[in-house]
């Protein structure tokens, strides 16, 4: 039989492990929401530079056709998956450019209202929210987030010093 001591001893340290226990899942929790919180703010700074890329090209050009095609070009260039023209991307990337063209006329017409009150009104009324939905399909097709394809690896370089 333990002597009093020794039960105190036990006890004493099921307190202490218990408090550790609850201090890994506090660490763990808390470590969670501030890698949510990190990716949110990463994604939404990318959804600011895309959006604002494609807005600047809108503004730019006075044809419709010619500015989604820019503006789509911006987008997969600036993520890397093209060089020069769209044709680059191939047929897999349909459901993408389906998705994304309404978002890039919807810019355009932000950017060139109609001078006549009765001219067809864009299909897309919130740019933002239209991108937000792209960037949940997208998501859901291919198991990983949009925004994250901007994240490219890099070796690391040696430093050499002459």
Do not use: K, N
């Amino acid at each position: 039989m333990p002597s009093a001591a020794e039960s105190l001893i036990a006890r004493l340290q099921a307190d202490c492990t218990a408090a550790e226990a609850a201090e890994r899942s506090v660490r763990a929790s808390v470590e969670a929401q501030i890698q949510a919180a990190e990716r949110d703010r990463a994604f939404a700074w990318r959804r600011l530079g895309a959006l604002s890329d494609m807005a600047r090209v809108a503004a730019l050009e006075s044809d419709r056709d010619v500015a989604v095609e820019r503006q789509l070009v911006a987008l997969f260039r600036e993520i890397g998956w093209i060089e020069t023209d769209l044709s680059e991307l191939g047929e897999g990337a349909r459901p993408l450019l389906d998705w994304l063209r309404p978002i890039a006329e919807a810019l355009y017409a932000a950017a060139h209202p109609p001078a006549d009150a009765e001219a067809e009104p864009s299909l897309v009324a919130d740019p933002i929210a239209a991108f937000r939905a792209f960037e949940a399909w997208y998501e859901a097709e291919r198991g990983t987030p949009f925004l994250q394809v901007y994240e490219r690896y890099v070796p690391p370089t040696p430093v050499v010093e002459f």
